[in-house]
C-alpha cells in the first residue's frame, strides 16, 4: 500500500524533460523488449538501432553497408566470413568491442535453449562463430548462404556488450548495452522510454542530448501532439491526416515506399483458380493504379515483380494493366463467365496501411467486372492469421510481406517456394519446380552476378503464374515538424535516429 | 461479522472468475505463440515457444499450474514482455487509480453541483438544460467525446496537452472525459433526491425554524441525496473501467485498462489473467467500500 502511495504521488509530479534537445517521438505500440535477441518487433528494433550497432547495417537503398565491421573476406566455398572490425569501439559500460565480444554475442543468440524470433535469422545457418585474432572474426556456415551479409544487418544481428550479459542475463532487455549513438536511460513501460547521448560514440557524439519515446496507440491523439508541438516525430500517418497535416506549414510529410510487397493471394488450390487465366484474368479485371493513386498518390509505383524495390535482387518485369477486354478472354479461355465465379476476399482492418479500403476497393472492382465478392474484415490481426492460415483461407487474401532481410531470399523463399505451400506462409498454395529449383540453387551460388540471374528468373515465372493480385509496395508516411533533420526510414520500415536533429 | 462473511464470499468469486478467465482466453482464435514470432517465422520457431510456454499442455494442467502459482501470489511471466504480470500490473494500476479517483471527483462534483441547481430552479429553463446535459453525458461515445475535447482545448486552444501522462495538466482532460459520463446519472439523481428531501416534514420544520435555505440544503438535503448516488456509482462501476479504456487509449495513459485491451489483442494469455484477475478485485472491493459508505453516511443501514 505504501509503495502504491509512493507511485502515486511520482505519478501527480511527473517529470520533466528540457525540450530543446531532446528528439520527442510518438510510437503507436508497447515496446516489447530492448533485448535484441529476443523479438523483432518492428517498433522496438527501430528504437535498438539508436543503442547497438552490428556488424553490418541497411542503408535507405537496402545494400548492407560496414558498420563495426569495417571489412570482411569470404572463403571460396562461400562458408567462412571472415570480418575486420573496427578499432577504438567501447561499449557504454567501458566493455571493448572486440572478437570476443562479438563472439559473446552471438553465442547468446545461438544457444540452445534460445528458440526466439530473433534467433531463428542465425541459428539454421551460422555453424560457429571463433576469434581469429582481438579484432578479427570468423563465422563458418553450415552450407553457402548467399544472403549473409544482409542477415547480419538485419537488427537480430545487433551486437550486445559481454559485461551486460554477464551481470543481467535475461533481464538484458531492461538494461540494454550496446555501441550505439546513445545509451539508455530510462523506461517506465507503456510509458515513455528516454535514451541520453553517448559522448564516446566512435562516429562523434549524437546530435540531440536525448531522444524520448512516447507510446500513444490513438493515431488522432499522435496528430494532436505533433500539431501542438509536443511532439517532433509521428510514424505511420494515414493519407486523410497527411492532406490535413500538408496545410501545416510547421509540419513536413515523408511517403516512403517500403519493401513490403502488398498482394492478394489466390488461393491456387481452389476451383477456378487452379486456372493460370483465371488468375491473370483477375490481374486484369482490377483498375491497381487507380486504387494507388487515389489512396497514395502518383508516387508510389504498382508491384512490377512479388519484390518490392529497395529489396535486394528485385527485378522489374511487367504490371498487369487494367484491361477488362482481355480478362473476359482469358476468362473464356478457361471456360468461364464472371458471373459463375465467386470470390470469398478476405482482409485485416488496420494491420497494414489503408488495408480495409484498399480490400473494399478491390472488391468494388471485381463486382463490377462481374464475380460474385464476398468481403470480410478482420479487426483482429491474431485471428486473421489463425483462421486464414492454419483453419480455413478465402479465395482471395490480403497480405504484406517484407523480407525482413531485405533479400530476395526472404521475400521469395518463405512465401512462395513449394516447401511452404498451403502452409504459413505460402497461402496461394504455389509451388512451381522450376521456381524451386531456382530458389534453391540461388541462396547458395558464390557469385552474385548468377544469383541475380537466378532471382530475376524467378521473378519472371511469378508474374507469368500470378499467384497473387499483385498490388503496391506499402508506403508509410511520417510526419516531422518542420525543424526536424535527418530522419531515416529504411524500406525495412525502421525509423533510424542515429544522425536526427532539430533545429 | 458482516465484513468477515463479505469477505469469505470474494473467494469463490475470484475462483470463478478465474477459470472463466482462463478458459475463455483460449477460445478466442489467435496463437500467441505465433504473435510472439512474429508472421515472418517459420512454423518450427512457432512450435518450439509454444512448447516453452506449455501451451501445448492439456488445458486443465495449465489450469491447475496458473491456480496454485497464483495462491502463492505469482501470475506468471507475461509472454510478450517477459516481465512479472504482477509487477506489471502493479506498475500499471496507480494511473488508473489517479484517473478514476479525479474521473470519479469530477462525476460527483459536477453532477451534484448541476442536480441541485436544477431541483433548487426547478421547472425552469435551467432545470431543463440539465436534463439535457443529463441525457448527453450518458449518450456520448466517450471517444467522441475525448476527441472534441482535445480538438477544442489541446489544439485550438492551447491550453491543455492533447495527451501523454506526467502531470497535472495531462489528467485534465481524461478525467472530464471520464468524469462526464457518469455526472449525467448523478445529476439526474441528485435532482430527485433534493427534491424528495425538500418536501419531506423535517425540511419544512427547519424552514419554519428560520435556518437559511443553504444551510438546509447543504446539513440535510444533500447528505440524504448521496446515498442513491454512491448506489449509483457503485452499479456503474464497471461501465466506468469499459469508458476507462477508451480513455486511456485516446489520451496515451498508460493505465491497466489500456494494458488489458493490449494483451488481449496480443494473446498474452497470462497478462490478461493477470489483468482481469486485479479488476475483479478492485470491483469487488469498491462494491464492499460502496456498502460500507452507506452506514457511515445513513446510520438507519446496517448490516447484521
Known amino acids: ?503 | 461479522m458482516y465484513l468477515a462473511r463479505r469477505l469469505l464470499e470474494i473467494i469463490p468469486v475470484l475462483f470463478a472468475v478465474t477459470f472463466i478467465v482462463f478458459v475463455s482466453v483460449r477460445l478466442i482464435p489467435g496463437d500467441p505463440a505465433r504473435t510472439i514470432a512474429g508472421l515472418e517465422a517459420s512454423a518450427e520457431t512457432v512450435r518450439a515457444i509454444r512448447e516453452d510456454l506449455g501451451l501445448d499442455q492439456p488445458l486443465l494442467s495449465q489450469y491447475v499450474v496458473f491456480l496454485k502459482n497464483a495462491i502463492g501470489g505469482d501470475l506468471g511471466e507475461s509472454y510478450y514482455y517477459g516481465t512479472e504480470v504482477v509487477d506489471e500490473v502493479l506498475r500499471r494500476f496507480p494511473a488508473t487509480l489517479l484517473l478514476a479517483i479525479s474521473g470519479l471527483a469530477v462525476s460527483v462534483l459536477v453532477g451534484m453541483f448541476v442536480g441541485t441547481l436544477s431541483a433548487v430552479n426547478k421547472g425552469s429553463l435551467m432545470d431543463r438544460g440539465t436534463l439535457i446535459f443529463a441525457i448527453g453525458g450518458i449518450s456520448m461515445p466517450s471517444f467522441w467525446l475525448a476527441l472534441i475535447l482535445i480538438i477544442i482545448f489541446a489544439v485550438k486552444l492551447q491550453w491543455l496537452p492533447a495527451g501523454g501522462y506526467g502531470t497535472w495538466q495531462h489528467l485534465v482532460l481524461p478525467a472530464i472525459t471520464l468524469g462526464l459520463f457518469g455526472a449525467g446519472t448523478i445529476a439526474r439523481l441528485t435532482r430527485s433526491s433534493v427534491l424528495e428531501v425538500l418536501r419531506q416534514d423535517y425540511v419544512r420544520t427547519a424552514r419554519s425554524k428560520g435556518l437559511p435555505g443553504q444551510v438546509i440544503l447543504l446539513k440535510h438535503a444533500l447528505k440524504n441525496a448521496l446515498i442513491p448516488v454512491i448506489t449509483v456509482l457503485g452499479l456503474q462501476l464497471g461501465a466506468f473501467l469499459s469508458r476507462a479504456v477508451v480513455t486511456e487509449t485516446v489520451f496515451g495513459w498508460p493505465g491497466i485498462a489500456r494494458l488489458t485491451v493490449t494483451a488481449v489483442l496480443d494473446r498474452d494469455f497470462p497478462l490478461i489473467q493477470g489483468t482481469v484477475l486485479w479488476l475483479a478485485i478492485v470491483f469487488i472491493a469498491a462494491n464492499l467500500l460502496v456498502d460500507l459508505v452507506y452506514s457511515l453516511i445513513d446510520p438507519r443501514i446496517r448490516y447484521a
Not at chain 1, 501527480?12 to 508497447?30: H, K
Not at chain 1, 553490418?56 to 537496402?62: D, I, P, Q, V, W
Not at chain 1, 501545416?248 to 483458380?273: D, V
Open chain 1, 1 to 503: 500500500m505504501k509503495r502504491l502511495g509512493i507511485l502515486l504521488l511520482t505519478a501527480l509530479i511527473g517529470i520533466g524533460l528540457a525540450q530543446e534537445d531532446t528528439l520527442r517521438v510518438l510510437l503507436s505500440s508497447e515496446l516489447t523488449t530492448l533485448d535484441p535477441q529476443i523479438t523483432t518487433d518492428t517498433d522496438s528494433a527501430a528504437v535498438r538501432y539508436q543503442i547497438y550497432n552490428g556488424l553490418l547495417k541497411m542503408t535507405e537503398s537496402g545494400e548492407a553497408v560496414p558498420d563495426l565491421a569495417e571489412s570482411w573476406e569470404i572463403s571460396e566455398d562461400g562458408t567462412q566470413y571472415t570480418f575486420q572490425l573496427r578499432p577504438g569501439v567501447t561499449f557504454h559500460d567501458g566493455a571493448p568491442l572486440n572478437a570476443q565480444a562479438v563472439k559473446a554475442s552471438f553465442e547468446r543468440l545461438l544457444a540452445e535453449d534460445r528458440d526466439t524470433s530473433a534467433s531463428a535469422y542465425f541459428k539454421p545457418i551460422v555453424e560457429s562463430v571463433e576469434v581469429v585474432d582481438d579484432l578479427t572474426v570468423r563465422f563458418t556456415l553450415n552450407e553457402p548462404f548467399a544472403p549473409f551479409l544482409n542477415t547480419l544487418a538485419h537488427p537480430a544481428g545487433h551486437i550486445v556488450s559481454p559485461l551486460a550479459i554477464e551481470q543481467y542475463g535475461e533481464e538484458l532487455g531492461m538494461h540494454p548495452v550496446g555501441t550505439g549513438p546513445y545509451q539508455f536511460s530510462e523506461w517506465v513501460r507503456g510509458e515513455r522510454l528516454v535514451l541520453e547521448r553517448f559522448d564516446d560514440y566512435f562516429e562523434g557524439p549524437a546530435p540531440m542530448a536525448a531522444i524520448e519515446y512516447r507510446i500513444i496507440p490513438e493515431a488522432a491523439t499522435r496528430v494532436a501532439l505533433l500539431e501542438t508541438d509536443e511532439a517532433d516525430i509521428i510514424l505511420r500517418v494515414t493519407p486523410d491526416e497527411a492532406k490535413r497535416l500538408a496545410q501545416n506549414p510547421e509540419i513536413k510529410l515523408e511517403t516512403t515506399p517500403t519493401a513490403r510487397a502488398m498482394f492478394m493471394a489466390i488461393n491456387m488450390t481452389r476451383e477456378p483458380f487452379d486456372d493460370k487465366r483465371v488468375r491473370q484474368a483477375i490481374n486484369h479485371a482490377v483498375n491497381v493504379r487507380e486504387i494507388i493513386t487515389a489512396l497514395f498518390g502518383e508516387e508510389v509505383p504498382q508491384l512490377d515483380s512479388p519484390l518490392a524495390p529497395g529489396v535486394f535482387g528485385y527485378n522489374p518485369t511487367r504490371t498487369y494493366e487494367f484491361d477488362p477486354e482481355r480478362a473476359r478472354e482469358l476468362l473464356a479461355e478457361a471456360g468461364y463467365e464472371a458471373g459463375d465465379i465467386s470470390i470469398d476476399l478476405w482482409s485485416p482492418s488496420g494491420r497494414y496501411v489503408q488495408d480495409a479500403t484498399v480490400a473494399q476497393a478491390v472488391a468494388q472492382q471485381l463486382e463490377a467486372f462481374g464475380f460474385d465478392v464476398n468481403l470480410r474484415l478482420f479487426g483482429d490481426f491474431s485471428e486473421y492469421i489463425e483462421v486464414a492460415f492454419v483453419e480455413d483461407r478465402g479465395d482471395m487474401m490480403l497480405l504484406g510481406w517484407s523480407p525482413s532481410t531485405l533479400e530476395a531470399e526472404g521475400g521469395l523463399y518463405q512465401i512462395l517456394h513449394g516447401d511452404h505451400a498451403n502452409k504459413f506462409a505460402n497461402n496461394s498454395g504455389f509451388d512451381n519446380p522450376e521456381f524451386n529449383r531456382l530458389i534453391e540453387e540461388a541462396r547458395s551460388m558464390t557469385s552474385e552476378e548468377d544469383r541475380l540471374a537466378a532471382y530475376a528468373q524467378a521473378q519472371e515465372i511469378v508474374m507469368e503464374e500470378a499467384p497473387w493480385l499483385f498490388l503496391y509496395p506499402q508506403p508509410v508516411i511520417t510526419a516531422m515538424r518542420a525543424n526536424v533533420h535527418d530522419v531515416v526510414i529504411l524500406p525495412s520500415e525502421h525509423l533510424v535516429l542515429r544522425e536526427a536533429w532539430k533545429e
